[in-house]
Structure formats: C-alpha cells, structure tokens
C-alpha cells in the first residue's frame, strides 16, 4: 500500500514528465504504478485522502492521545470508586470536580483496546440462549407435546380451560379434558388417564414417550412432575419467552377455534364446553385429513393404516396418467407415507439418525 505523501510524489512526477513529452503508460511504468491506478487515486480523492480501505495504514492523527494521556485514561477507569461504573458515568462524575481528562467515546476506545471494555462491576454478560431441544419421532407413542387454552363463556372475563395432550408422530388428540378451573391436578389426572388409554405402562421405561410442553406454572408443578416421573414420561419445557417451540399443539388449537362450529358468543355452561370438546376431537381424529401427514385422518396414521391408503392413493394416480399421458408433465402428486417427524430441529445429524435407523428396519421387514 502506497501512502498518502508517497502517492502525491508520484502525481507530481508522472505529471511532469507528461509536460516534458513523456507518454502517460511509460511514466507510471518508472514510479512503479499502472495508469489505471492513477485514474482511480484521482477519481476517488485518493490524492487527498489517502487509501481507503480498512487494513490500509493511515498516520497518526495530530490531535491523538499521548502515551501518558492514554495512560492516565486507563489509571482513573480502573480507581476504585470507578469501578463499576461506565464511561458514560464517569466522564459526567469526573466533570462535577472540574476535571476533564477526554470524552466517553475516547474512554471507550482506550478501554476497548486494552480488553477492559466488558461488563463493569458484578453484573454477569449477557449469554446467548440456548437452542431448543430437538426431539424426533419415528412412531406413535414416542413424542406427545401438551398445553391448556382458554375457552370463552358468555360472561365477559370468566373461562373454561381445555387441557390436550397431542401425539406429534400422529397428529392424534390422544387426551383432553375441560375444566372451569386451571389446576395442576386436571393435568395430572389427564397424562394419567392418557397413558393408561395408550397402554404406556406396557412399554419399556426407556421408551415411554417424551411429554413437551410450555413453561407454565400449571404443567411444571410438583403434582405433574411427580405423576410424570411416577408413569416414566420424560418431560420437556419450551425455551423461556420463546412462543413458538410447541408449534404442533397451537396449531391445533387454531385449528379448534376457527372450526365453524366454534361458538363465537361464547360456552354458557361447563357441559356444553366438554361437548363441543368431544365433538371436535372426534372430527379432528377420525374426518379431519391433516395436511401435515399427506391428507390422512390421524387416527388411521395413529394405527399404521396410512401405508395403504397412500398406496391406494398413488396407484390410483398412476392409473389415471396411464389414461391421459398427455395431461402429465412430470410424476404424479407425491403421496408417500410421511418418516420422521420433528420437533424443533435444531440439526441435521440429530434428525438423520432416526431416520436411518428407521429406513433400515423398514428394508429388513
């Protein structure tokens, strides 16, 4: 890099030799430069400024610090009664008893470049948070995910509560109950009738089903904590102030009030709630064709027969191309049985190990 004195040198030599008759390529080729690069110090005010990209070196500036003004900027940063303190506090405090040594922004960069530009005091740095975990389910049974929504009544400010417990590999409502009241023991009494409704007790410990849920008081009290570690669920929480790692189950509640059947005016009784909830888990589990498993209902994919309904599907479409060739640009729409699902994926090795370990059995059945 050519600095700023040695560039006008330059200038000035090529340009005197122009004046004495010199061609313009021959002149730049004697100082060592290319006429193109003359060009540009004289198009981007490089013969004024200097060069301008970051690693060039620049000089001094003449208004800069001293070594003992640098110094004396660290010696009073680190006193004692300065020590918690900022420079933005400390230039105002040093201000109050008529001394003024440089400004906070030159605190800022005296303290950046020695290191002791951090955190001032016992106040711990912030810590990026953590990623959520990353669960993968390559059959029912293995992953439920659970929350509690409110369901409106005809008195303004009064609630019913409608707990639900969600199978991820199936999308089956595989528990839920209705409650005027949020209390820990509905939720405990509802993974308890779920796992027994799922015949849990007969799978080996470690393979009973993951339980993820949000960070509320009511799923994280003592009664579930118990009751889940009493039925060998493993529990799993949604990051803090993270509104979106139980995806699946608000999905569905969305799904549950924007239904046409969902009464807009409101529940007038706890019995018409609990019905309305049973009516729509049938429809969800049995009619509804969910489009996140290839437009099967989730209790035929909760019973492995989605296998042959999407085969059925697929010869059908196969047939229908043999038929009219012409109206086919490419392959058929795609109805093969859905693999693994996830819940928050945090990476692709996580997730391709189940699903390995999945297509192998499938190929040795």
């Known amino acids: 890099m050519i600095g700023l004195e040695d560039r006008q040198e330059h200038a000035r030599d090529i340009e005197a030799a122009r004046r004495s008759g010199a061609r313009l390529h021959e002149a730049c080729e004697v100082v060592g430069i290319t006429a193109r690069t003359l060009q540009r110090w004289t198009a981007h005010q490089g013969l004024e400024s200097g060069d301008g990209r970051p690693e060039a070196v620049r000089p001094t500036p003449t ?7 640098r110094a004396q900027v660290l010696s009073v940063a680190n006193e004692p009664r300065f020590a918690d303190m900022p ?8 201000a109050d008893e008529g001394v003024y040594i440089a400004s906070e922004s030159t ?3 005296v303290l950046r470049a020695q290191g002791l530009n951090a955190h001032r005091g016992r106040a711990k740095a912030p810590r990026k948070s953590r990623p959520p975990t990353t669960h993968v389910a390559t059959a029912p049974r293995q992953l439920w ?7 409106p009544t005809e008195v ?5 509560f409608l707990y639900l417990i969600l199978d991820v590999y199936s999308r089956k409502v595989v528990g839920f109950e209705v409650h005027e009241d949020d209390d820990s023991d509905h939720a405990a009494r509802l993974v308890q009738r ?19 849920g949000d960070n509320g008081a009511t799923l994280k009290a003592t009664t579930v904590l118990a009751m889940l570690y009493w ?6 929480y949604s990051r803090p102030r993270v509104s979106d790692d139980n995806a699946f189950v608000e999905a569905l509640f969305r799904t549950a009030k924007y239904r046409p059947q969902f009464p807009a005016k409101g529940f007038d009784n706890l019995d018409a709630a609990r019905h309305w909830a049973a009516a729509f888990v049938r429809w969800y589990n049995v009619e509804h064709l969910h489009s996140g498993i290839r437009y099967v209902s ?28 012409s109206r086919w640009s490419r392959h058929t729409r795609n109805w093969s049985p859905v693999g693994v699902v996830k819940l928050n994926p945090e990476r692709d090795s996580v997730v391709s190990v189940p699903s390995d370990r999945k297509d192998t059995q499938s190929l040795a059945a």
């Open 145 to 151: 995910c659970w929350d509690m929504t409110f369901l």
């Open 231 to 236: 039925l060998g669920i493993k529990p799993s």
């Open 107 to 109: 605190f800022q960069r």
């Open 87 to 94: 420079p933005a506090r400390i230039v105002p405090t040093l």
């Open 194 to 212: 779920t796992a027994l409704a799922e015949g849990i007790h007969a799978v080996p410990r470690d393979e009973r089903p993951v339980l993820h």
């Open 156 to 160: 303004a400010g009064r609630w019913y």
């Open 63 to 69: 208004h800069a610090l001293t070594e003992a003004e």
């Open 298 to 325: 989730p209790a035929a994919r909760h019973e492995g027969r989605d296998h042959a309904i999407l085969a059925a599907r697929h010869t059908l479409y196969l047939q229908a191309r043999d038929r009219n060739p």
